[in-house]
């Protein structure tokens, strides 16, 4: 055993002389495996715990006293665990090698820094004479004092200055002695939250609770453990969320030049397609009228023809009545008597036509207003469509009061209830406790199955709750168009509606004749959250506290109606959606 012992210190030595060898060779060599893992800084008086991590003794002892009231004392590093306090032992090799590494540390770092003057904002050397002082690397809490490189010599070679507690020359000293007593801060009090000296405790700190500040660093060392952790996995969920919102800004680019090259290319087409109509009515208009002014000519060249002959015989009649000649008269009127009409022209041939142009204008007329009307009722589902588009949305609600910011008044719908349900006169509670005589021939009215839609369709962020009691109530979103006289009515066995069955038993989601069973608090109280634009709907119960049920998320195409439906009667139920 002795013989493993000296192996150990031998190695830890050599280890030491050739961490020596490598910096005076200019190798960088890290302290930090060297350095506690509370205080951050060289161990001092190391001791090894029983799981193998090492610390300054003052610094595992500060904390394991702040855990003799829980009867469990940890490693601040891996948490294993001891029912019974773990006697510390003096790791002398480690020791050896620490000092050995500070004083290397200490005789590099005077050979090869050259001595600075300290400027305005540094700490100057108290062991300086002269009115240029040099830079203090360290601070003795022991001497209370400042040290520059050269002046900090002793304090690694004399063997009753080794014992000094050295730290960093960050702050002033002043800043960590007690202004009252001119002590240093060494112990920490709970109840004024704030480092005092060991002669408060004895004044005006009498009888609160202290500790001492390596006691309270090791505690504070733990929560900043913890914090960084913390720290580190909110960082990492911030950098996803980061590269989802690149990834969806991204995308959102993408969609929107598709969008505009989308739009582009349909309108390109609709003005094409409108000129090409254009041109066809304009060529069809010119070969309608070309057809009917050559048709018109025509029939104009067959008139002057037939009234040139009727003139001629009309010349030739008037002449001959004015003749004296007996026999000529009645040879040459032979003759004249027979008709000179042209047989190709038929009697009555103008006729006044019933139609005009003005047909083809009113019926281009009726074009252009379809083509408005439809334009004006297609452009709001246009815009409506393009304002939904987010690349990213507010934060979804946490608490029932901000919930509640999205509360939206609903009353139910007495079209389409059941006739074997009733609702309450201000339309927010269905009962079944008789048949109601409704009008059976609305088109609206559920005649299958027993239920109800609101009146409210919704298209945005909304809450509401509902109150149950007795049987197994449905509550549901639905789309308007749902089949209202068929089996398929029921809240969740189509397409076109989302279903939450509540009961004593427990909770079932369905959708499009699908079910799955919901693991939750009972509750009588449902909350229902719908994100339009985001695709999710979600079921609460509410009791003290909201508890999330079923989230579904889909793509809606139409606006939701909430509904309630009755899926099985108990003596005394009804469902009631709360205006809150």
Known sequence: ??????????????????????????VEFDLSQFCCSVCLDLLKDPVTIQCGHTYCRSCIDGCWDQENEKGKYSCPQCRETSSQRPVLGRNNMLAEVVEKLKKTETQQACSSSPLAPAGPADIACDFCCGTIRNKATMSCLTCLASYCPAHLEPHYSFPVLKIHQLVLATVPLQEKMCTKHNKLMEVYCHKDKRCICYLCTMDEHKGHRTVSAAAERATEQMQLIESQSAVKLKSQERQEELSELVQAVKDFKVGSQTAVKCSDEIFDKLISSIQKKRASAKQLIEAREKAALDQAEALQLQLEEEIAKLRRR???????????????????????STSCESPDLPPGAVVCPQRSMKTVTDCLSDLKDDMT???WTTWPKISAAVSAVDVVLPPVPKTREEFLRYCCPLTLDPNTVSNYLSLSLNSQRVTSESYENYSSSHLDRFTYVKQVLCREGLTGRCYWEVCLAGGVWSVAVSYKDISRTSKDSEFGKNNKSWSLDCSADGYTFRHNSGAREVSGPKSSQIGVYLDYRSGTL??????????????????????????LGLKERRSGCYAEIKLS
Not at 538 to 563: A, C, N, W
């Open 373 to 375: 009307n439809f334009l």
């Open 538 to 563: 979600s079921f609460y119960s509410i009791s003290d506290k909201m508890t999330l049920l079923h989230k579904e998320r889909t793509v809606f195409t139409q606006p939701l109606y909430p509904g």
């Open 1 to 26: 055993m002795k013989l493993k012992l000296c192996c150990t210190r031998v190695e830890f030595i050599h280890m030491a002389e050739k961490q020596q060898q490598q910096q005076q060779r200019g």
């Open 314 to 336: 009309d010349a030739d009649l008037e002449e001959l009545s004015h003749t004296a000649d007996h026999i000529h008269f009645i040879k040459t009127f032979q003759s004249l």
